[in-house]
């Protein structure tokens, strides 16, 4: 459907600086002007799915929840070697969330 200069052109309006990593923001905004090209070009319809360029995902999180899945992963992943100096976790505190923020620990959850 495209040739590889069609996408450098097509990423290139969304992400000026093609060398720079991108947040998942920036991958939507480039995924969501491809698809507008592709769907330009095919003349077919876009779908309803990520209709905006702008995109925010919030998940808010009460207190009661966290200590719930704190409890969780620290009595389930009690033994792990490789988190053996993460855990346990206080729920008192956001290491949850930090401990989340590059997947591993999501990943271990499964």
Do not use: C
């Not at 209709?51 to 620290?74: D, M």
């Not at 389930?76 to 988190?83: H, R, S, T």
Request: aromatic residues 10%.
């Amino acid at each position: 459907m495209f040739n590889e200069d069609e996408i450098k052109t097509v990423l290139g309006e969304s992400n000026s600086d093609m060398g720079e990593e991108i947040d998942f923001e920036g991958f939507l905004r480039a995924y969501l002007n491809l698809q507008t090209h592709a769907i330009e070009k095919s003349g077919g319809t876009k779908s309803s799915f990520l209709k905006a360029t702008t995109t925010t995902f919030h998940h808010a999180i009460n207190e009661s929840e966290k200590a719930s899945y704190v409890a969780h992963i620290n009595n389930y992943l009690a033994e792990d070697k490789f988190l053996k100096d993460f855990l346990p976790i206080d729920p008192a505190t956001d290491a949850l969330f930090d401990l989340a923020k590059n997947g591993v620990l999501l990943w271990l959850v499964r």
